[in-house]
């Protein structure tokens, strides 16, 4: 059974950092593509970062390009965004969803990952 579990969230003022994480169980993030993806209240989920099983990153949207890093640590199936620079309009719930099939590259596609987590919610006050 695959579970994913995100944490690291929470209220920051602007200009502020989080580190969110991403765990997993049931698949192994050496193995398997992990995408990050965030939604706030009355907009569509916006893709925003991911890594390959192989350590590679895709290209990020404008939004979050040079504030926001992917990374993992295989070693304890965990996935993390490190967030820097944080604006209010990046006030979301951050999910991470693991990709179904070994050896895949990651996708900004999030219809194309099968197992996502609950989320974490990052509120940026003014």
């Not at 967030?83 to 179904?100: F, H, M, Q």
Request: glycine share 14%; with cysteine.
């Amino acid at each position: 059974q695959v579970q994913v579990a995100e944490s690291g969230g929470g209220v920051v003022q602007t200009g502020g950092s989080l580190r969110l994480a991403c765990v997993i169980s049931g698949l192994p993030v050496s193995r398997h593509s992990i995408g990050w993806f965030r939604q706030a209240p009355g907009k569509e989920r916006e893709f925003i970062g991911a890594i390959s099983f192989n350590g590679g990153r895709l290209s990020q949207p404008d939004s979050v390009m040079g504030r926001f890093f992917v990374s993992k640590d295989s070693a304890k199936n965990t996935v993390y965004l490190q967030t820097n620079g944080l604006k209010p309009e990046d006030t979301a719930v951050y999910r991470c969803a693991v990709r179904d099939q070994a050896y895949v590259g990651p996708t900004s596609d999030g219809q194309l990952y099968a197992y996502w987590g609950q989320g974490t919610q990052v509120t940026v006050s003014s």
